[in-house]
């Protein structure tokens, strides 16, 4: 972790000023939006050969190379620890240098039934990261949480309520309640908003429109990823969180909130409890037609892992999936390619004498809350 960020502040900058529109002339190829939506129609009518789709998914291994292949818990904790430095490896975290935990209070407002204070928190060289606290004035349970947005949120606005108009159908459609259900459960919430969401935009485009693929391309171009950004910023936020005394810190997250719940869960053992809400779906079933964030591509990781290894490494903890049996995101084979992921993971589950909880919900793709009795 001795290498900086350097010159990422510029390469951002750059990025903003520069043009954002790609003109492609083609008329049999029709470029689709972002969403969750099956697109297997046009994978039929394209030639896969020509434009590298059959090249793409011939090249992810059936067996990636880090898939756990023992029968004790003595090798799954030595394959653990191996899996995990690995993968901060790619991701770039071993070159992130944590900066020194010392937030600045921004703002107080007395809501109803709660106070929700504005912090922001300097995590690297370089990266400043704001989020909420939503403190309950009665019937505190002691304990905190970590609710993480995903796309479509207005970074951790749409989980306080506070979200632009023009972003209030989405927060809706997605039924981003979960921050106020867990303070609701008297948990003390802290909700952050993720490197290019919310207030953590360059601003390169004039509408709402992600800005994960742009700042991961020049993330990648100086060995780091948005994923690794992501997930080493939620562990510095938690590093402190796990000063102020709480009983225990949980964590919650759907969609691409989701993913970066289950990264945080794996990566950081003062995570208690976690719920994956709308993520659990294999690499090749949503590679390009359906999953195309930046957020979720990081070099060399389709290589050593599918999403059932990730999940695997939080055998030993308190984890909970749900999703929709019509939810997109999870790809052409659907729930075929959900439960093939948790029989990846309940390898390593079976030998704590427990299996994957997953629950499949009646609907598209939302949150449902369908765990938190658990919490």
């Known amino acids: 972790m001795k290498k900086r960020i350097n010159g990422f502040m510029a390469l951002m900058i750059a990025l903003a000023m520069s043009s954002s529109t790609v003109a492609v002339n083609a008329t049999t190829i029709k470029v689709a939006e972002p969403s969750t ?47 995990k430095a690995k993968l901060k490896e790619v991701m770039g975290i071993d070159k992130l240098e944590a900066s020194k935990m010392e937030p600045t209070l921004l703002e107080t407002k007395v809501m109803y039934g709660y106070t929700r204070y504005k912090y922001e928190i300097k995590t690297t060289n370089d990266l400043v990261m704001p989020y909420y606290v939503l403190v309950p004035k009665q019937n505190a349970n002691g304990k905190a949480a970590i609710a993480i947005h995903g796309h479509g949120s207005d970074g951790k606005e749409g989980l306080v309520g506070n979200e ?42 004039k509408n709402n429109t992600a800005e994960c693929n742009d700042i991961n391309n020049a993330l990648i171009s100086l060995g780091y990823s948005l994923q690794g950004i992501i997930l080493f910023e939620n562990m510095r936020l938690t590093d402190y969180v796990a000063t102020l005394g709480y009983d225990e810190i949980d964590c919650i997250g ?99 004498n427990k299996e994957v909880q997953l629950k499949v919900c009646n609907g598209s793709h939302q949150w449902y809350g ?6």
């Open 370 to 375: 369908s765990w938190m009795d658990k919490f």
């Open 254 to 352: 759907f969609s691409g909130g989701g993913e970066a719940a289950l990264w945080l869960s794996v990566m950081d053992d003062n995570i208690n409890k976690t719920i994956v809400s709308g993520f659990l779906h294999s690499f090749k079933d949503t590679l390009i037609y359906n999953n195309r964030c930046g957020c979720n591509f990081v070099p060399d990781m389709w290589k050593y892992v599918d999403m059932g290894d990730i999940l695997a490494l939080d055998a030993n903890k308190e984890i909970y999936i749900e999703t929709g049996d019509k939810d997109g995101l999870n790809g052409e084979r659907g729930l075929e390619g959900v439960y093939e992921q948790v029989g990846i993971a309940n390898k390593c589950f079976n030998l704590f």
């Open 37 to 83: 939506e099956a697109t297997t129609e046009q994978a039929r009518t394209i030639n896969n050969q020509y434009n590298i789709f059959d090249f793409l998914k011939s090249n992810i291994p059936e067996t990636p190379e880090l898939r756990f292949d023992g029968t004790t818990v003595e090798q799954y904790n030595q394959w653990s620890k191996k899996t």
């Open 164 to 205: 632009k108009e023009d972003l209030k159908a989405s927060v809706e459609k997605y039924h981003y309640t979960y921050a106020m259900e867990l303070l609701n459960k008297g948990y003390t919430v802290y909700v952050p908003d993720l490197l290019g969401a919310g207030e953590r935009m360059l601003g390169i485009y």
